[in-house]
Nanobody, 117 residues
Framework: VQLVESGGGLVQPGGSLTLSCAAS????????HAWYRQAPGKQRELVAD???????NYADSVKGRFTLSRDKDTKHAYLQMNDLKVEDTGTYYC????????????WGQGTQVTVSS
């Protein structure tokens, strides 16, 4: 399964972006997915996760600002990000597939989000 993220860019604090994750097949029909991010010099961290049944969890730092969704018919997943803060800067990754070593198996290449004035 190939995953391709898009939608990143440069935005001012308080702005919004919507990230997209396009899968090469309808993986979101059979598996949950997650968005992770990695800031320079920091470890990759979980931003939001949705189970196959639709249970969603958000990192405390993004609750109330980010919304995760998926479109099972079109093989796309989304991360709507509002009221962006400088600390949201990083490379955002889509992750899905069967669980393997504590993480889902498939990763995209990432899309860069930079929040700066």
């Amino acid at each position: 399964v190939q995953l391709v993220e898009s939608g990143g860019g440069l935005v001012q604090p308080g702005g919004s972006l919507t990230l997209s994750c396009a899968a090469s097949r309808s993986i979101f029909v059979t598996h949950g997915h997650a968005w992770y991010r990695q800031a320079p010099g920091k470890q990759r961290e979980l931003v939001a996760d949705i189970s196959l049944r639709g249970t969603i969890n958000y990192a405390d730092s993004v609750k109330g600002r980010f919304t995760l969704s998926r479109d099972k018919d079109t093989k796309h997943a989304y991360l709507q990000m509002n009221d962006l803060k400088v600390e949201d800067t990083g490379t955002y990754y889509c992750n899905t597939g069967p669980w393997k070593d504590g993480q889902r198996a498939y990763w995209g290449q990432g899309t860069q989000v930079t929040v700066s004035s």
